[in-house]
């Protein structure tokens, strides 16, 4: 069963901006990032079809709310009635809640076991399709340095933001090799697969963005739409 993880990254390397808070979810400018799915969705029908065809999710407390600390009863996600998960969403967290049940086929599990114990609960769930990590960047970090996602999918947009929340921070370890090249429209994505690991860049910036993007943990090449693989030491 493959692990992936679609994670929107300005170009300097940030997930998100500084200061998350309920106005802003993605952190000060970061709503930048998404612009890409909003602004272009026809552009990008099929990059933005493939987030959302996952058995089973995983994410962090801040992915799923501002909140920080006991939760309020009252929040139920960013995403209102009806979530776009449309399958079981497994949230970590340190604080025990009951599972809230959404219109749709969302239920948010609220997790306190561990990332590993985590994505078992999420396989267990997913029958054939692929556990997706959806973020944010910490999460997705703790996963990447486990080894236990196989196509990591960075959709680079086409925004500095300065500051914020590092996606790849302490893992310059990780060996990385292109596996193919898609272009689209306003965005740059890289994937990484548990031994493979995607990069796709559709971003209109220019080349020279993401080649000092990619020379930050000083591997692979470039294009406008990259796939980078994960080696795991293969």
């Not at 960047?137 to 947009?157: C, F, K, M, N, S």
């Not at 929340?165 to 548990?194: D, K, N, Q, R």
């Amino acid at each position: 069963m493959t692990v992936t993880c679609d994670m929107m990254v300005a170009e300097d390397g940030y997930a998100a901006g500084v200061n998350q808070s309920l106005q802003h979810p993605l952190g000060e400018g970061g709503e930048r990032l998404a612009r890409w799915r909003f602004e272009r969705p026809d552009e990008n029908a099929a990059e933005i079809a493939a987030i959302a065809t996952a058995g089973a999710y995983i994410m962090g407390r801040n992915m799923f709310g501002p909140g920080r600390g006991e939760w309020d009863d009252e929040w139920t996600g960013w995403w209102g009635d009806d979530p776009p998960y449309h399958a079981p969403v497994f949230v970590l967290t340190h604080y025990p809640r009951a599972p809230l049940v959404m219109q749709g086929g969302t239920t948010f599990t609220l997790v306190t076991a561990g990332i590993e114990a985590t994505i078992e609960q999420a396989r267990a769930v997913a029958g054939d399709r692929e556990v997706a990590i959806a973020g944010g960047a910490a999460t997705a970090r703790q996963y990447l340095a486990a080894g236990l996602i196989d196509e990591l999918r960075l959709h680079v947009a086409a925004a500095v933001l300065g500051a914020g929340e590092p996606l790849l921070a302490g893992l310059e370890h990780l060996t990385l090799a292109i596996m193919s090249l898609v272009i689209t429209v306003g965005l740059v994505l890289f994937a990484i697969a548990g031994q493979a690991w995607y990069v796709w860049v559709a971003s209109a910036v220019g080349a020279a963005a993401l080649v000092a993007f990619l020379l930050l943990f000083q591997r692979a090449r470039f294009k406008r739409m990259l796939a980078l693989r994960h080696a795991n030491g293969a």
